[in-house]
Nanobody, 124 residues
């Protein structure tokens, strides 16, 4: 198993930036591909970004391309989500998740382990 703990959420004005972190413990971190998902009030959880086990490959949902960057540091067992040019509609609880799948999955069901989430609120 792997345990995941997110941090870095908060309140920011539109146009601002935040960096989320997700610290992993347990099984070797480098054996998992990682994803970020978000869930806004009254909406279903949606995929945000994915990064491969090595960190070489990344994938984003269209609405965050060019604004968000996912990265990882396997030596620190941590994955990051740098969020720039934040918009009101980015407001949500952001969760990181781990998967053993080698595919860049956008499906939450493919991720076996989840963090508790961190709130991101963007004021307009």
């Amino acid at each position: 198993q792997v345990q995941l703990v997110e941090s870095g959420g908060g309140l920011v004005q539109a146009g601002g930036s935040l960096r989320l972190s997700c610290a992993a413990s347990g099984r070797p971190f480098s054996s998992y591909a990682m994803g970020w998902f978000r869930q806004a009030p009254g909406k279903e959880r949606e995929f945000v970004a994915h990064i491969s086990r090595s960190g070489i490959s990344t994938y984003y949902t269209d609405s965050v391309k060019g604004r968000f960057t996912i990265s990882r540091d396997n030596a620190k067992n941590t994955v990051y989500l740098q969020m720039n040019s934040l918009k009101f509609e980015d407001t949500a609880v952001y969760s990181c998740a781990a998967t053993r799948s080698v595919l860049a999955s956008t499906n939450a069901q493919d991720y076996a382990y989840w963090g508790q989430g961190t709130q991101v609120t963007v004021s307009s």
